[in-house]
């Protein structure tokens, strides 16, 4: 039994980024991303307990939006209101609650926001959006910031090179490693893709260092407080650095990993959750240098993430090699 499709709405600012320095051919891509969404990203569907949900939103304004903003360089961020089909087939203990549509919609944009990142980082903004809520409560942002993303990809200069992936491939191989809605990862990948997903609802905390490691440490299938070796190691395999480039990643993953045990350990001066860098100078260089750090290793996670994609990977084994060594004649 099909009940009557619930309306919903996703509500939120949205727009091509305003930067003081706006780069046209990103800005291209991220038109043509929205303008290309496969079938498997413009809805999901979901299973729970004998229901099946389907949730549709419709993207057309937000693309009729997007491809303005591009044509007049008009990028003032423009709240909206989307439409959010909710189709529920049969019934269980929970379908009859007010907030039971909202959960699928809100998972489906988590699901849309990694995927479209991954495709295109910085593509999707969610920060400013919300899902429109009949319960008795108030609605809550979902927080999700593309700022990392966009600043991994718009740093081209600096290795590791992040590409435009097409979303067609990128929703096939995420509908293969998140086939649900589950709020508890089943798999190395999805660890890995929860780990991001509270990066992107921070706001350059020590904290993300911690879970960027983890996302790592989950990917790449080292031990629980194996040190950075093995983690460079796999990371070098998956992206295949030249010596210099080899050499800055030893220098950050270093850097990095020392940052993480400071923080874990006591070590980390800490900043006051006032941070305010006016009355106290030291502020801005602490935080700076978790943001910088924070950026450094996304771009590795996504670079390892793309690399995961393009070879159609959901998970993968390490392999130990040993070899006689012989005396040099």
Partial sequence: MTTQPKLRHVIGTFGLNPYDDPDLEYDRLVVELWNSLPPLLLSREFLHDGCKIAVAVDWAPLRRLLNKQLRTWNRIPTKMR??????????????????????????????LFIALNLALPGAADFFNVTVETLAPRQAERLDLSAFYFETAFRSRHQWPTLRYINPETVSVWFNRVRTGFGQVPDTPVERALFAMLHVCRSSGRPEDIVWLFYAFESLLQTRVGENYSALLERVCLLLQPDGAQERLLRKNMRAMYDYRSAFVHGGLKIIHPMHNEVMDKRVEESYDKTVALSQYATKLLLGCFQRYIHEDWREVRFRTAVEAAHDEV
Avoid at 86 to 91: E, F, H, N, Y
């Fill in 82 to 111: 989307l439409s959010a089909q909710v189709a529920i087939t049969s019934r269980n203990e929970l379908s009859k609650r007010d907030w039971y549509p909202e959960f699928f919609v809100e998972s489906y944009l988590y699901d």
